[in-house]
């Protein structure tokens, strides 16, 4: 059993971009990510998973992933079972100016 | 036939009465308008226009993506004399803001896909499509326009600069639409596919005002990936196509891999070889396959302009027995000055000079033309409009001869312009500042290098004596970062002396730039081999934005290339946009290359299951066994068990489908009940939805499954059965459903997901809104109740209950977005 960190950063308008390009969006982002198409949004989002990748050390599967929010904000993750035994402890999303950033912690069973 | 204004044109439409006017095919569904439906909406427009005290000579910008709506706008417009300025869906709000601010509009249509922007007038949201039955028609007021009225400005890609704005009369337009297809019969039979942005001349004659002026159909994508291409081909049959080369390129490259993945490349081949003593109209008979592609009786030819068309691809073509007319044209000359007629063309040529347009060629070799489809200059650019003309004739800068019997050779150019296989003008000056205001850039010059597939954007960079400050390629990727994506550096060169060669006035000597390219890559100067035409090559270059140039086959996405988590989604999606290979994320590895990826590409098979749908389900034998099936067996059967009573029956009345009919699921009594008490119009046509899966037998049991295909069978009989998959395959389903309400076909469906297992209502899936919204069609809400008492879940054998069943009144849902339509579309059945 070992903790492992993940972080990314990602340029908002970027997501900006790719927002006009539904199959890359919908390669990305689940359904129920996508109720608020927001790019800032959407970029948390984005850094959350590519942290959770990072963490788990494996190359990325978006859709093995799904981060939601619980009604005061605060987001969580879960992960689909492809991706080996592990559970994410938590994540934390932050956004300012052009740029969101997200930070993974995660327990690893080995 | 000939019409004087674009206005005249418009006032023909209400004889054409019911006539398919123009379509738009969405992923899921194709919406058709008829000539008296689009002249409503025209009118509609024009009212919204009159009540923002639009008045002729005003300027209206249309910034949107093809669409019946933007026919509509373009055709209100100028029936009020006022002028369109159509901008290109592509170029950047920044574009538009500026070009706004040198015509101060008074009203602009902005597509609504598109972003925001800050201009000072009314800002109209283009929806796509609209609802008929919203339309009021009434008066035509269609204001009397002199032919010599502006009809529009078109401004010409400039990429940074100030933007230049070509302005076109009515007369410039109209006579060009005349003069550019006299001789070839075109009719109302006529259908074309319309893929280049309106704002583009070529298009907008070629496949806006070319077929309306014949009576003919026009249909527009809303997705111009590849796969929505080749089915609205296949699909909609159409008779002719105004294309760019880089699109067919796309079609060849297509061709090509269709044949090297099953097999037959060689075949391919030596068919072509065989295919060339055939005639022309015969040729398309030996490829099967192309045929299924191509109708044999009914598509004609591809049009091709905007740029130059390769040798290659017009010979490729030719064999597959699908003529490409070549043409010929600026914006400055709405577009078409010279075209290749189906009965009379030779390949290599521009064709033969339009009729109607005069044209001479200089004693430098420079074409020069006059006529009534010449502009009357720039607007706001005198200086500009006095460079265009010697001696009362148009210079086009292009160098061009004519062989003896009369067909124009495109040489050469003499201005300093590229133009890119797209059909997009670029400046180079434009990319020129940018490039010098690069630390480290002492100069640059930026050419057009010929080269197969069309001409390249190419840089060649002069250096500050101190280097440090980055190499050749980061300073390429900096500058097109900046750059919209059409008119990006492709290739570079570092110049190896200390400055180029210039004129007395201290311009660079283009032509001996290119001169020392073209010897430099005669010697074959560059190491590695290049894939400069590939379309892969192409994507992952637009993607990392690096030079096409640097790019080889052993390059490493990750290493060499440097794609980025967010890189990868992009193009492994625009993969999937134009292969139609859907590549999982894990393809790409730190180990990835470029020749690795490309091998993916090719072998990997169109995977996802294919429903089998029945469509012979509608057809008359079909129905009217359903009929007496259900008179006879079916609703008696019913009526034994339960005895419905029936609420909201008022709602029914008159009504016209299509609709979604929604309804909560009890038990297998539902559809009976349901369809029994519509009326028997809309009975006959609705399709319920049916879980897919529940006809799929678990593991390999041939003889069970061979009994559940019949059950689908004898089900789809009797109720006329969609199968909807709950997981991958959706899509396949949304489509065909959609065909479905294309043909006024109504769809029932029970949005639960399953029937209910304590009677009570549950959530409603997702799936409802996304049909909702797509569809865009009213829902019709039911609600049944005492039918789970009749048959519960589980139960095999039903009992006697009373039941009832409620009607609402048919609706429109409000919100685009999927979920919270199902939100209103689950309160609307709640309420009843």
């Known amino acids: 059993m070992a903790l492992k960190i993940g972080t990314d950063m990602v340029y908002i308008p970027r997501i900006t971009a790719l927002l006009s390009n539904d199959s890359a969006i919908a390669r990305t982002f689940k359904q129920s990510e996508l109720n608020d198409r927001d790019p800032s949004h959407l970029a948390g989002i984005f850094a959350a998973k590519e942290s959770i990748f990072k963490a788990l050390g494996v190359p990325p599967s978006w859709l093995d992933v799904e981060i939601s929010r619980s009604p005061d904000g605060k987001p969580s993750a879960s992960i689909s079972k492809s991706l080996g035994r592990a559970e994410v402890i938590d994540i934390s999303i932050s956004h300012d100016g052009d740029y969101a950033i997200a930070f993974a912690v995660i327990e690893l069973d080995d | ?832």
């Open chain 2, 1 to 832: 036939m000939a019409f004087k204004t674009v206005s005249d044109l418009l006032r023909s439409f209400p004889s054409r009465g019911s006539s398919p006017c123009v379509g738009y095919r969405t992923d899921f569904r194709a919406f058709r308008f008829t000539y008296t439906q689009v002249f409503d909406k025209v009118i509609d427009m024009q009212r919204l226009l009159r009540k923002h005290k639009v008045k002729k000579g005003d300027k209206v910008i249309i910034w949107a993506q093809n669409s019946p709506s933007w026919l509509c706008a373009f055709f209100a417009i100028s029936s009020l004399g006022a002028v369109a300025i159509p901008l290109d869906f592509r170029g950047t709000k920044d574009l538009v803001e500026r070009v706004a601010a040198e015509v101060k509009p008074n009203f602009a249509f902005i597509g609504v896909g598109m972003p925001d922007i800050s201009i000072d007038c009314w800002i109209e949201r283009l929806d796509p499509v609209w609802d008929v039955s919203s339309m009021k028609g009434g008066r035509p007021a269609i204001a009397e326009s002199a032919p010599d009225d502006l009809l529009e400005i078109i401004y010409t890609s400039g990429t940074t600069g100030i933007p230049k704005g070509v302005l076109l009369t009515n007369k410039n337009v109209m006579s060009n639409v005349a003069g550019a297809v006299k001789g070839i019969r075109l009719g109302c039979k006529d259908k074309v596919i319309s893929l280049l942005p309106l704002s583009h001349m070529f298009e907008q004659v070629g496949g806006l005002l070319v077929p309306l002026a014949h009576g003919g159909q026009i249909v527009y994508l809303e997705r111009l990936n590849r796969r929505s291409i080749f089915s609205a081909i296949e699909e909609e049959r159409p008779t002719f196509i105004p294309i760019v080369p880089r699109l067919l390129d796309m079609i060849k490259h297509a061709i090509e891999n269709e044949a090297k993945q099953s097999g037959n490349e060689h075949l391919l081949v030596r068919m072509r070889k065989i295919s060339r003593s055939m005639p022309l109209s015969l040729r398309r008979l030996i490829f099967p396959k192309l045929c299924r592609l191509f109708s044999v009786n009914r598509f004609r030819f591809f049009i091709s302009g905007g740029a130059p068309l390769e040798r290659d691809t017009e010979v490729f073509f030719d064999e597959l027995g699908l003529p490409v007319l070549q043409g010929y044209g600026l914006t400055e000359t709405s577009p078409v000055l010279t075209f290749n007629y189906p009965k009379h063309r030779k390949i290599g040529s521009v064709g033969k000079v339009i009729y109607g347009v005069d044209m001479k060629i200089a004693d430098d070799g420079e074409i020069l033309v006059r006529g009534p489809n010449i502009t009357k200059g720039y607007f706001k650019r005198p200086d500009k409009t006095k460079e265009l003309f010697k001696e009362g004739w148009l210079a086009t800068g292009d160098i061009g001869s004519f062989d003896e019997e009369g067909f124009l050779f495109i040489k050469g150019r003499k201005k300093d312009l590229i133009v890119t296989s797209e059909g997009m003008n670029v400046y180079p000056e434009d990319i020129e500042s940018i490039l010098n205001h690069i630390p480290g850039v002492k100069d640059s010059a930026v050419v057009g290098l010929r080269q197969p597939g069309g001409e390249q954007v190419h840089a060649v960079l002069l250096f500050d004596s101190d280097r440090s400050k980055g190499s050749a390629s980061t300073i390429i990727a900096k500058a097109n970062a900046s750059i919209p994506s059409y008119a990006r550096i492709t290739g570079f060169t570092v110049w190896p002396e200390s400055d180029f060669p210039r004129t007395t006035t201290m311009k660079v000597r283009k032509f001996k730039v290119l001169e020392y390219l073209s010897e430099k890559h005669a010697t074959g100067a560059r190491p590695g081999k290049i894939a400069a035409s590939s379309p892969l090559v192409r994507i992952i270059a637009d993607v990392t934005k690096k030079p096409i140039g640097s790019i080889r086959h052993d390059s490493n996405l990750t290493s060499d290339l440097g794609l980025g988590s967010l890189d990868r989604v992009e193009l492994l999606a625009n993969i999937e946009d134009a292969f139609g290979v859907g590549l999982p994320d894990e393809v790409i590895t730190p180990k990835t290359t470029v020749r690795m990826l490309e091998k993916l590409i090719v072998s990997k098979p169109h995977s996802e299951e294919k429903i089998k749908f029945r469509p012979w389900l509608n057809s008359g034998p079909v129905r009217l066994m359903r009929v007496f099936l259900q008179d006879l067996i079916v609703f008696p059967t019913v009526v034994f068990f339960t005895r419905t009573a029936v609420h909201g029956k008022q709602n029914l009345r008159g009504l016209r489908g299509p609709f979604i009919i929604v309804c909560n699921h009890s038990s297998h009594f539902d559809t009976p009940v349901l369809l029994m008490h519509l009326p028997f119009r809309l009975r006959e046509e609705v399709c319920p939805v049916a879980m897919w899966e529940y006809f799929k037998v678990k593991g390999k049991r041939p003889f069970k499954q061979f009994m559940m295909d019949r059950l689908y069978d004898l089900s789809g009989i009797a109720v006329n059965l969609i199968p909807f998959p709950q997981t991958a395959g959706f899509g396949q389903s949304m489509k065909y459903a959609g065909s479905l309400v294309d043909k006024g076909y109504s769809i029932l469906v029970f949005p639960e997901g399953a029937r209910t297992l304590d009677g009570s209502i549950h959530n409603f899936k997702d799936g409802v809104g996304m049909m909702a919204v797509n569809y865009r069609i009213p829902i019709l809400p039911v609600r049944v109740s005492g039918l789970w008492e009749t048959l519960p879940r589980g139960k095999f054998l039903p009992r006697m209950h009373p039941s009832t069943i409620s009607f609402g009144a048919p609706f429109m849902v409000k919100s685009k977005d999927y979920r919270e339509a199902a939100k209103e579309i689950e309160e609307a059945v709640r309420r009843l």
